[in-house]
């Protein structure tokens, strides 16, 4: 049975904070709110947690696309190529937001991710997200639980969510109501911004 926390961004509690990153080292899967929409995550470097998140979006983890979600552009350098001036400079301007970037990756990628020619990085602009990567010391795994054949409230209400998933995920972050739209998909691997997904981000 997942746990619901309720955690607001004005005042997230610490130590609620702590029990989700407490929960994702010893390889769970939560679902949290974004500046988006409510997604599924984890920790980057649990295979097992990285192999269950697959098994719950039905695909397997060498085919999987999750995004990787972190604090602030400090970790970029782990994952990606390094970046050009203007790339670098186009990102600031655009993060914190409602964006995924795909970025070339680089041989450093956790082992859920080898092989992997691109990475698509997103930095929230939602204090929870970017707290619990802050605690737990690097990203988490990301997938959002959107379904388009779904009804809408499934996606955005907490309560209905956690009874969707109460037997497959550990823990369900109650932040309130979430977004319907997904983040706007931007490949920069040429250097000029290609849009793959428009969503919430206007470039």
């Known amino acids: 049975m997942a746990k619901i926390l309720k955690i607001y961004p004005e005042n997230p509690q610490e130590n609620l904070l702590d029990e989700v990153v407490k929960v994702l ?13 409510y997604a599924l995550g984890c920790d980057i470097y649990n295979l097992k947690a990285m192999e269950k998140l697959a098994q719950l979006k039905s695909v397997k983890l060498e085919k999987a696309q999750f995004s990787v979600i972190c604090n602030d552009l400090s970790h970029l350098s782990n994952y990606t190529r390094a970046l050009d001036t203007p790339v670098f400079r186009f990102l600031k301007n655009h993060l914190p937001g409602p964006f995924t970037f795909i970025l070339e990756a680089n041989k450093n990628l956790p082992l859920a991710y080898k092989g992997k020619k691109t990475i698509g990085i997103r930095v929230p602009n939602h204090s929870i997200p970017k707290l619990i990567v802050e605690k737990l010391g690097h990203p988490i795994a990301s997938t959002s639980i959107h379904d388009d054949d779904e009804v ?6 907490p309560e209905l969510i956690a009874e969707k998933y109460e037997n497959l995920v550990d823990i369900v972050i109650d932040s309130g109501y979430g977004d319907n739209v997904a983040s706007t998909i931007v490949d ?3 250097g000029e911004p290609e849009i793959l997904r428009q969503g919430k981000g206007i470039i």
């Open 152 to 157: 809408i409230e499934y996606s955005t209400d």
């Open 188 to 190: 920069l691997t040429s």
């Open 25 to 37: 080292k010893s390889g769970g899967l939560i679902i949290y709110p974004s500046d988006t929409i």
